[in-house]
């Protein structure tokens, strides 16, 4: 049923939050709790921070895991360090592709508490400092004004969790409705892939075309899109072009036949990127 994100530095105290979670659900209601988090998916933490490309690879299979496990009965608890917003983002299209309600909880801690717990692990947990110091300064930290992490629960090392305020929030609060670029359609049209490409690409060229003349805080319009662009900051070519793989990943796990709306969607993810 309701999804739980955990979030916070590396060494925050997420793990054990979670397993509080598990605890008290487990007690205090006949609801089935899953946790999955980087455990699960079985990988060395300073073989996949140390990569980019195998961290991308372990995102997308807790997502996935996540997805598998969201059911009108149990809880999941995603438990990641969660700290890219666009990540976030996917995680929030996804529960309302699934129509399910969700929460944030972020054990907020500062850098050197974080680093002074991993240093007290046991060595095979523990992470080589140059890589936890690396995923702080990448560290995106959530904001509750933003429907992707709200409702947001900020919990400090020492406090007791409020397990009845998400208990609440995750059992008395409607799915947020689905809209265009999360409802799940039909058998997508055949030429699905050739369109999503297509479009993306001339979405990408209209955004670097625009940026040669264009500020911050400018507007551009993208062709064949009613939505706009919200020009934030600059973006380079490599940055978009791994949001437009990331894009179209998601696009081929939730299919349109509505190939007209392929670029709103592609521009609502962007801006919801930057």
Not at 5 to 16: A, E, N, Q
Not at 29 to 56: F, I, L, M, P
Not at 102 to 119: D, F, G, I, K, P
């Amino acid at each position: 049923m309701p999804l739980i994100v955990m979030c916070g530095y590396p060494c925050s105290g997420k793990t054990r939050r979670a397993e509080e979670l598990k605890k008290y659900f487990e007690q205090n209601t006949d609801k089935k709790v899953y946790v999955v988090g980087d455990r699960t998916a079985g990988a060395e933490k300073n073989t996949v921070y140390a990569d980019s490309q195998k961290e991308k690879n372990v995102r997308a299979f807790l997502r996935a895991e996540a997805e598998r496990r969201l059911n009108k009965d149990d809880v999941v608890i995603l438990d990641s360090l969660n700290y890219i917003k666009g990540y976030r983002y996917e995680l929030y299209c996804l529960i309302k592709h699934t129509q399910t309600p969700h929460c944030l909880v972020y054990c907020l801690t500062s850098a050197e508490v974080s680093s002074a717990w991993n240093t007290n692990r046991d060595p095979a947990d523990r992470l080589a400092q140059e890589i936890l110091d690396a995923l702080v300064l990448r560290f995106e930290a959530p904001d509750s004004r933003n429907r992707w992490d709200s409702p947001l629960f900020t919990v400090l090392m020492e406090d007791v969790l409020p397990f009845e305020a998400i208990s609440d929030a995750i059992f008395k609060r409607k799915a947020p409705p689905p809209n265009q670029s999360t409802r799940s359609q039909p058998l997508s049209s055949t030429n699905l892939l050739y369109e999503l490409d297509k479009i993306t690409q001339d979405v990408l060229m209209a955004i670097l075309n625009a940026q040669k003349t264009s500020l911050p805080g400018d507007v551009i319009l993208v062709p064949g899109a009613t939505e706009k662009i919200e020009l934030t900051r600059s973006f380079n070519m490599a940055e978009l072009r791994k949001l437009r793989r990331q894009f179209i990943s998601y696009a081929k796990m939730h299919p349109t036949e509505n190939v007209g709306q392929i670029a709103n969607m592609f521009v609502q993810y962007l801006n919801k990127s930057s």
